[in-house]
């Protein structure tokens, strides 16, 4: 005899199948110290009117990207139900906990969302979310977009991104979504660890998923969010959720097709990188300088393009850590 699967404790306050607009909370009861009987309150929006395919848009999934918190919740706020066909749940917030602490992580339990799927009923805070996500929100859409940027730590060209995948049809529209993003970049990314991501679950269920990863530093410029606001009103047009012309932005093609995209620092100390992000390099052409920060007189260590291509990330902070990751180099595709 089979088990009946636990049931995960969040509860919507939104009907997810009332046309027009509604604004509320996934409540996830949560005891604590300071609030016994408490509850995690993660904001939700749906937009619906009618039949029609159903989008997912998630922001927030790390808590020091701003960008798709700030996009999304400016979308919950302006999209007119009337000229929607179909359904838009935006979930601006979704490591809401992470969110209000400005940290990657969740302060609760540490928990990084975006490696925590499938998750668990009767898991952790962070590992609860995942679940309802995985068995309650992600069965209803037919596209999701979870926008990212490079947190405190780390810098991006603006890019809109999808995974290589064994489907080919499905890959093909996940890559027609990408593009029609129309992000200044559009990146087939290699994951150096796919295993437990909000994107892999999207996708093994069979979902278009396109993400992003919009600029860093933990701060938003007028430039990213522009991108994402335009790309998320464009990908409403592509999957024919709202009537409009996409608007349409000249685009650069990059890969990553290896690990030798990844520059890792295998020392601690200060970050000297002689190109900037954007710029072109040659395969041996010095990247970065690691300096030693407890002595003067040592040479500092030298970090080399193993291909060439561009710069299309770098670390932020001026300090860096062995296993901090010091640039990427994603090769330009004609």
Not at 35 to 40: I, M, T
Request: glycine share 10%.
């Amino acid at each position: 005899m089979s088990e009946t699967p636990l049931r995960n404790p969040i509860s919507p306050t939104v009907d997810f199948e009332r046309d027009g607009v509604q604004h509320g909370y996934l409540r996830l009861p949560y005891s604590r110290d300071d609030s016994a009987w408490g509850a995690v309150m993660i904001p939700i929006s749906v937009v619906k009117n009618g039949a029609g395919p159903t989008a997912l848009f998630t922001g927030g999934n790390h808590g020091d990207e701003y960008e798709g918190p700030l996009a999304l919740s400016k979308l919950a706020c302006n999209l007119d139900p009337a000229r929607v066909q179909g359904r838009v749940i935006i979930v601006p917030f979704m490591n809401a906990p992470a969110v209000w602490a400005g940290t990657r992580t969740s302060p609760i339990d540490h928990g990084n969302l975006n490696r925590s799927f499938p998750g668990r009923p009767d898991g952790s805070v962070t590992e609860k979310i995942a679940d309802y996500f995985q068995r309650s929100l992600l069965p209803l859409a037919d596209l999701v977009l979870d926008i990212h940027s490079g947190g405190k730590t780390l810098d991006f060209l603006p890019f809109a991104a999808c995974h290589l995948l064994p489907d080919e049809a499905q890959q093909a529209r996940c890559e027609a979504g990408m593009r029609a993003f129309a992000a200044p970049y559009c990146m087939r990314m290699l994951e150096q660890d796919a295993l437990g991501m909000y994107d892999t679950a999207a996708e093994a269920l069979g979902k278009v998923f396109v993400t992003t990863e919009l600029g860093g530093g933990g701060s938003i410029s007028a430039r990213t969010l522009a991108i994402a606001e335009r790309g998320v009103r464009n990908l409403l047009i592509h999957f024919d959720l709202l009537d409009g012309e996409i608007e349409p932005a000249e685009s650069v093609m990059l890969d990553m097709p290896d690990s030798d995209c990844y520059l890792c620092s295998e020392s601690d100390g200060l970050l000297e990188l002689c190109k900037d992000l954007g710029e072109t390099v040659r395969a041996g052409e010095l990247v970065a300088r690691v300096h030693d920060a407890r002595r003067t007189g040592a040479a500092p260590v030298e970090y080399r393009a193993r291909h060439s291509g561009v710069i299309s990330a770098r670390h932020f902070p001026g300090r860096v850590q062995s296993g901090d990751t010091l640039a990427v180099i994603a090769q330009v595709l004609q």
